[in-house]
């Protein structure tokens, strides 16, 4: 068996940190070491389930972007701001899901995807504490726990640091 | 040779009968908006010897953030004298000619240690935290105490009112994300809208923000004293609950837990700020400003990642850090209470 890409990274970084490391007298150079261990080691904790990732989160994402534009639709027929996330909801579904289970390909699908989320959750933000607040806060729920999944993913020099604690609380609150 | 442009530089700017002697030049890690260089300087003045440290920092090739050298230079240079521990500033030279880019010159402090990692984790400094912890709130609570309009700074530009601070910083960093960004960004366009449906209370009054002020952005010396506070480039004024805000969001609890700065609990830090500016901390205010403060970060972040993709920079720094905005986002949908 040849080495695959996890153990090719990781091959870098025990060169950066055993051989290449302990020869560097410039501390701007040790920085600069330690920010492309730690770039691998983020590289690492993703490439191995990245499409499949990619993948999921665009199936998620079509899921709660076609929930949103259902409950959105009856407000867009008087409001002109929820007429127009909804258009952009309805395109952006309309559009063809990525040719390849390629990073790239998913990439550009989730980029669109992320795009229409975004448009919904400023709609939605606009609303709280004005009538139709209430009626989207489902919606609302249903975005947030899916960004917080997201935002707990990968791996982060953070993670090492300001928010060691905070990390490992989280993951442990997260649904299976 | 870098060295050799120092030394022309300086042997002109001290009028020196010989040149200038350059030695021991090093870049400081750190300091992504501007290059931090560190150097001896040895030249003769009326026939003695004179050896002195001094930093260069210079315009990086593209930066985490486009800053004013100018605001940077002339507010260290104003705080100084009243009171607020900064190094001496020297010299601010806007013609790239001279090393390649605009730099300034300013005292090296000696001694002391800047570093996250060291004020907080070598055992020198483990007696003294406390100590230092105090006056990270009380030089805080004295650069929010300056009478800003004594300082007569045209480089701060026009007060705003209190009504409109925190309108001004959602403007503000909500642009920068919006040009910066290379992908969607859900969770920050969101928080925008938050923060301009949950904006704080007015402040009392405008003051002068430092808007950096953090555990890695002071001189701690071994002795508990703080000698420098550093990298002053997005001060501005505005309200002071910014800073207060800034000095506790979570990028900067480097110990993992929260502790504010890493140095000590939220409700002493509040109260040795309080006791030193006479301002009383508005807890609903800091959070606000605690979604700004990391909204700020990642918009940071952001335009450190387009430079580096952009091939403005080769700089891994830069383009590692633009990786790490996820646990911002984190951070900011759990004070937003989503």
């Known amino acids: ?176 | 040779m870098l060295e050799e442009r120092i030394s022309a530089y300086l042997t002109a700017k001290l009028n020196a009968a010989e040149p200038v002697l350059v030695e021991n030049l090093f870049r400081i890690p750190g300091g992504q908006s501007r290059e931090t260089w560190s150097f001896d300087a040895s030249w003769a003045e009326d026939g003695s010897a004179v050896s002195r440290g001094f930093i260069m920092r210079r315009d990086p090739d593209a930066s985490l953030l486009e800053s004013d050298r100018h605001l940077e230079f002339d507010v260290m240079d104003a705080v100084r004298p009243l009171g607020i521990p900064v190094p001496q500033m020297y010299w601010l030279e806007e013609d790239a000619s001279l090393i390649e880019r605009p730099f300034c010159m300013m005292e090296r402090i000696d001694g002391c240690q800047a570093s996250p990692t060291t004020v907080l984790m070598d055992p020198q400094f483990f007696p003294v935290r406390n100590q230092i912890a105090a006056q990270f709130a009380d030089i805080l609570g004295r650069i929010h105490r300056l009478d800003w309009r004594e300082l007569g700074l045209k480089v701060l530009g026009t007060p705003p009112s209190p009504e409109r601070c925190a309108e001004l910083e959602v403007e503000r960093w909500e642009e920068v994300v919006a040009k910066e960004s290379l992908e969607p960004q859900p969770v920050l366009r969101a928080a925008f809208r938050w923060m301009r449906k949950n904006l704080p209370r007015p402040p009392h009054e405008v003051v002068l923000v430092h808007a950096d002020y953090r555990t890695g952005n002071f001189l701690a010396h071994p002795s508990g004293e703080i000698r420098g506070i550093l990298d002053w480039e997005m001060t501005h004024l505005g309200d002071p609950m910014e800073d207060v805000a800034w000095a506790a969001i979570r990028p900067w609890r480097w110990l993992g837990n929260e502790m504010v700065g890493g140095l000590m609990e939220r409700r002493d830090f509040y109260r040795m700020y309080e006791e030193s500016s006479g301002i009383a901390v508005d807890e609903e205010a800091v959070r606000f400003w605690e979604v700004l403060g990391n909204a700020k970060l990642a918009a940071i972040f952001l335009t450190g990642g387009r430079s580096y993709c952009e091939g403005r920079t080769r700089s891994t720094m830069m383009a590692f850090i633009a990786r790490n905005t996820r646990r911002l986002e984190l951070e900011i949908l759990d004070l937003m209470g989503v």
Do not use: C
């Open chain 1, 1 to 176: 068996m040849r080495p695959g890409s996890i153990e090719s990274l990781r091959a870098i970084q025990g060169a950066i940190a055993d051989a290449l490391t302990p020869e560097i007298k410039s501390l701007y150079a040790q920085e600069a070491a330690q920010a492309v261990t730690m770039m691998v080691e983020s590289l690492a904790a993703e490439l191995d389930t990245a499409v499949a990732d990619l993948t999921r989160d665009n199936d998620t994402l079509r899921r709660l972007l076609n929930h949103a534009a259902g409950v959105l639709r009856p407000a867009g027929e008087s409001n002109a701001a929820a007429a127009t996330v909804v258009n952009e909801i309805e395109e952006t579904l309309a559009g063809p899901a990525a040719a390849e289970l390629t990073i790239t390909a998913t990439t550009q699908e989730n980029d669109r995807l992320r795009s229409a989320l975004a448009s919904l959750l400023e709609y939605v933000e606009d609303q709280q504490g004005e009538p139709d607040g209430e009626r989207l806060a489902a919606v609302r729920n249903e975005a947030y726990r899916y960004l917080r999944v997201l935002a707990l993913s990968g791996w982060s020099f953070f993670d090492v640091s300001g928010f060691r604690e905070r990390i490992v609380q989280a993951r442990a609150e997260q649904p299976e």
